[in-house]
């Protein structure tokens, strides 16, 4: 194997821990917050469904765009862990953005629905 796909297969690894990470760390309370607001387990089961596939999918796409083409053969170990940080830096912002994006759609969520709650 050549040093690029090492770093290629261990940010890969490093991109799929921290997005089950963030997906597991998030999926208790976000499962409560939608249980008691909407009362459907159904559409319960498809928000978090829907989070899952959002934040992996990007993290995957995040991954695969990169080539690690900055460093080369003879490139010394620094170099390479630099590179596999730069990856990982993009997975952390295409992340939060899908955090944010999430959160937004939970809350007019939650507004609309409180309103018809007695």
Same mark, same amino acid.
């Given at each position: =194997?050549?040093?690029? $796909?090492?770093?290629?297969?261990? *940010? ?5 821990? +921290? ?9 208790? $309370?976000?499962?409560?917050? /939608? ?14 469904? *829907? ?5 992996? %999918? =990007? ?6 765009? $990169?080539?690690? $083409?900055? @460093?080369?053969? #003879?490139?010394? %170990?620094?170099?390479? @862990? ?8 993009? @997975?952390? !912002? #295409?992340? %939060?953005? +899908?955090? /944010? #994006? ?7 969520? +939650? ?5 018809? !709650?007695?």
């Amino acid at each position: =194997m050549s040093p690029r $796909s090492i770093a290629f297969c261990i *940010s890969f690894v490093i991109v799929i821990a +921290v997005a089950f990470l963030v997906d597991r760390l998030i999926r208790p $309370s976000l499962g409560k917050l /939608l249980e008691e607001i909407t009362a459907l387990p159904p559409a319960t089961e498809f928000y978090l469904r *829907s989070f899952a596939i959002a934040i992996f %999918f =990007m993290a995957i796409a995040t991954a695969l765009d $990169s080539t690690h $083409s900055d @460093v080369n053969p #003879g490139s010394h %170990f620094m170099e390479y @862990v630099w590179s596999i940080a730069s990856d990982l830096k993009d @997975v952390l !912002q #295409g992340i %939060f953005g +899908v955090l /944010l #994006g999430y959160t937004a759609m939970i809350t007019i969520l +939650v507004a609309c629905l409180r309103r018809r !709650q007695p």
